[in-house]
């Protein structure tokens, strides 16, 4: 018996691996299995029907599906962009900051610290139509002389929503876009100066391409959060007026616990995951490119 013990990094790391197990791989595996099984909560023998491709094949043919994803798609895309402009002139605005930097840093980073669900509560008052803090405003400031529903109407109710994501992530991008700022050297751009580089030809061919890598890092975190994004939608407009606010996994979350249809969420869940895999490997291609290109220059 001796010889079947097991070597001591494997029992140190057991308790790890059971734990990892239980957790991600077990799970995940059955999520996985039930995507291909009829798989209803109010019927649980359901969960041993398989129907192979039946759900995915659902899928493809779902306009209500395809509709959330494309709005998960433009939800991405016009978060990041935002937050990214946002962020470099935070971050640039901070980095020539001669008093007070550590503590423009802090306040920078307050928004990160709510919970999605607090945004969420926070904006839903924000953008409440009789007691929102903004339509007292707008109509305090004669812009406006009725409540604006901001939340009711669904294409004011889906840029509420992307505001609030803008407001709670933008921080993220400034303080890595930041770090990449101080951590430059300032040969080159006292060099451009010398040269006669305009500000805005120094910033375009020696700091942006300088802090590029920090700014895809930022897209690539933030890509993962906004393809999942779930808790601000639901407590804001929980996807309504009209299903006009669903996203893809407010989606799956109704097709779930909602419809009971179990089997069928799973299988929308893991043509969300694609989203997630497609923009952080295009993101990460980025990274390689810009390190690559810094690399040559530097």
Same mark, same amino acid.
Request: hydrophobic content about 55%; glycine content about 6%; overall charge positive.
């Given at each position: 018996?001796k010889g079947w013990r097991l070597p001591a990094p494997v029992l140190l790391l057991l308790p790890a691996f059971?734990?990892?197990?239980?957790?991600?791989?077990?799970?995940?595996?059955?999520?996985?299995?039930?995507?291909?099984?009829?798989?209803?909560?109010t019927q649980p023998a359901s969960l041993y029907t398989l129907v192979g491709f039946r759900n995915y094949q659902?899928?493809?043919?779902?306009?209500?599906?395809?509709?959330?994803?494309?709005?998960?798609?433009?939800?991405?895309?016009?978060?990041?962009?935002?937050?990214?402009?946002?962020?470099?002139?935070?971050?640039?605005?901070?980095?020539?900051?001669?008093?007070?930097?550590?503590?423009?840093?802090?306040?920078?980073?307050?928004?990160?610290?709510?919970?999605?669900?607090?945004?969420?509560?926070?904006?839903?008052?924000?953008?409440?139509?009789?007691?929102?803090?903004?339509?007292?405003?707008?109509?305090?400031?004669?812009?406006?002389?009725?409540?604006?529903?901001?939340?009711?109407?669904?294409?004011?109710?889906?840029?509420?929503i992307i505001t609030a994501e803008i407001w709670s992530s933008t921080s993220v991008f400034a303080i890595l876009?930041?770090?990449?700022?101080?951590?430059?050297?300032?040969?080159?751009?006292?060099?451009?100066?010398?040269?006669?580089?305009?500000?805005?030809?120094?910033?375009?061919?020696?700091?942006?391409?300088?802090?590029?890598?920090?700014?895809?890092?930022?897209?690539?975190?933030?890509?993962?959060?906004?393809?999942?994004?779930?808790?601000?939608?639901?407590?804001?407009?929980?996807?309504?007026? =009209?299903?006009?606010?669903?996203? #893809?996994? +407010?989606?799956?979350?109704?097709?779930?616990?909602?419809? !009971? &249809?179990?089997?069928? *969420?799973?299988?929308?869940?893991?043509? =969300?995951?694609?989203?997630?895999? #497609?923009? +952080?490997?295009?993101?990460?291609?980025?990274?390689?490119? !810009? &390190?690559?290109?810094? *690399?040559?220059?530097?």
């Open positions: 018996m059971i734990i990892l197990a239980a957790v991600v791989i077990i799970p995940l595996l059955l999520s996985l299995y039930s995507s291909f099984t009829a798989f209803r909560l659902r899928i493809l043919t779902d306009w209500e599906f395809w509709t959330a994803f494309g709005r998960t798609v433009l939800l991405l895309t016009v978060a990041l962009n935002v937050e990214m402009l946002l962020g470099l002139g935070l971050a640039m605005l901070v980095e020539k900051a001669s008093r007070g930097q550590r503590v423009l840093r802090t306040i920078m980073m307050f928004p990160m610290m709510f919970s999605p669900i607090l945004v969420g509560f926070q904006f839903k008052f924000m953008f409440n139509d009789n007691i929102g803090l903004i339509n007292n405003a707008l109509q305090s400031l004669g812009l406006t002389n009725q409540a604006i529903p901001w939340l009711i109407d669904g294409q004011l109710a889906f840029w509420a876009i930041l770090a990449g700022l101080l951590a430059m050297p300032k040969e080159p751009i006292e060099a451009a100066r010398v040269d006669g580089c305009t500000p805005f030809q120094t910033f375009r061919y020696v700091t942006w391409p300088f802090i590029m890598p920090f700014a895809y890092i930022a897209m690539t975190i933030r890509s993962l959060d906004v393809a999942r994004a779930y808790d601000i939608v639901k407590i804001m407009t929980d996807g309504g007026p =009209a299903k006009r606010t669903e996203l #893809l996994w +407010t989606l799956v979350s109704r097709t779930a616990y909602s419809d !009971a &249809r179990m089997g069928l *969420a799973n299988a929308m869940a893991y043509f =969300a995951i694609l989203l997630s895999i #497609l923009f +952080t490997v295009y993101f990460y291609k980025k990274l390689a490119a !810009a &390190r690559t290109q810094i *690399a040559a220059e530097w």
